[in-house]
């Protein structure tokens, strides 16, 4: 039995429903069904803290998938699973490849700024002020992308953008 037949809470219940019904209306082809069936079984196992099954079903969805903007989002939450797991910068090389896929994924721009912040703060922890400082440009770099995305988003790396002066954007709020 998939994984998204098992779901106990009406959220997950509801989603799988409509998401058969979305596969059986939709002239989708095999393959991208597929596809969708193993991304949302990764997305449930994900929902669950099994990111391994996670992870196993994300791949198969890689396999499987052709369109690239779907390839972004299984990229985007199979590096949310490495970042949670503090694989930084694994998370990181498939934020990358998400945001090649869709530049306009500003969520992966947003955690690819939160580990280069840590990183930052971690090196600034460390004596490495040099490093420390790249590592807050970068972060400050993909803030500004995410924020021109998504200006109503991301108040405390706008606020952060601001208080640091790496701010010159008038897009805030």
């Not at 912040?117 to 992308?145: I, M, N, T, V």
């Amino acid at each position: 039995m998939p994984r998204t037949q098992r779901n106990d809470n009406f959220i997950d219940k509801t989603f799988t429903v409509m998401a058969d019904i979305i596969l059986k209306v939709v002239p989708f082809n095999k393959k991208a069904k597929e596809a969708f069936v193993y991304y949302r079984d990764g997305m449930s196992a994900q929902a669950d803290g099994e990111y391994k099954e996670a992870l196993d079903n994300y791949y198969e969805a890689l396999k499987l998938e052709d369109d690239a903007n779907d390839r972004s989002y299984i990229l985007y939450n199979i590096g949310i699973i490495h970042g949670s797991n503090g694989e930084h910068e694994r998370a990181l090389e498939y934020y990358h490849e998400a945001i090649e896929l869709n530049p306009n994924l500003p969520s992966a721009l947003n955690n690819i700024a939160v580990i280069y912040h840590y990183q930052g703060e971690r090196a600034k922890e460390e004596g490495r002020e040099d490093e420390s400082e790249a590592l807050f440009d970068k972060a400050a770099e993909y803030w500004k992308q995410a924020i021109r995305l998504a200006p109503n988003n991301y108040i405390e790396a706008q606020n952060w953008l601001k208080v640091t002066g790496r701010s010159e954007m008038d897009v805030f709020f």
